[in-house]
């Protein structure tokens, strides 16, 4: 296979662009790659969270630390939500509205992940030391 007149057609390009590359080509290249795994580690992060902030409508409803085990239940605009808390993660376990979206978003751990029931007006979001934006609007 490494033999085939398409293997050999192949390195014979990469070889020709490759020696085509001057010093300053090969820097940019590799100053280019560092600085993109650089971005990557400080713009990517996946911290655990802390805590989670649960919010009914514009208003911060009340602020619970992951490392407890507890259910609670908000009473939005469409009904009673339960809130689950267990593990250093939380979720939404119940929730009144149709398309159960906030539901079906399972377990969040790590810190700026939100889970949102839109129709019932409640969201919980994992805060860790800093937060990754400023603000989370409806």
């Known amino acids: 296979m490494l033999n ?9 390009k990469l070889r020709d662009l490759t020696q085509a ?15 993109v795994i650089y971005l990557f ?5 996946n911290e655990h969270a802390a805590k989670v ?6 208003k911060v409803y009340a602020t619970y630390s992951l490392n407890q085990q507890r259910e609670i239940h908000i009473h ?7 809130i689950s808390i267990a593990q250093g993660r939380a979720r939404f376990a119940k929730s009144p509205c149709q398309t159960q979206y906030c539901v079906h978003q ?3 751990t790590h810190a700026g992940q939100a889970a949102i029931c ?10 860790g030391e800093t937060k990754p934006y400023d603000t989370l609007n409806y």
Do not use: H, Y
Request: net charge negative; glycine share 10%; charged share 15%.
């Open 4 to 12: 085939s007149p398409r293997f050999n057609k192949l390195d014979a």
């Open 21 to 35: 590359f001057l010093p300053g080509d090969w820097l940019v290249l590799i100053a280019s790659t560092l600085c």
């Open 41 to 45: 580690q400080i713009l990517w992060t």
């Open 53 to 58: 902030q649960i919010r009914l409508g514009d």
């Open 76 to 82: 939005g605009k469409l009904g009673d939500a339960t």
């Open 106 to 108: 399972g377990w969040l």
């Open 118 to 127: 839109l129709p019932n007006q409640i969201s919980l979001e994992l805060l």
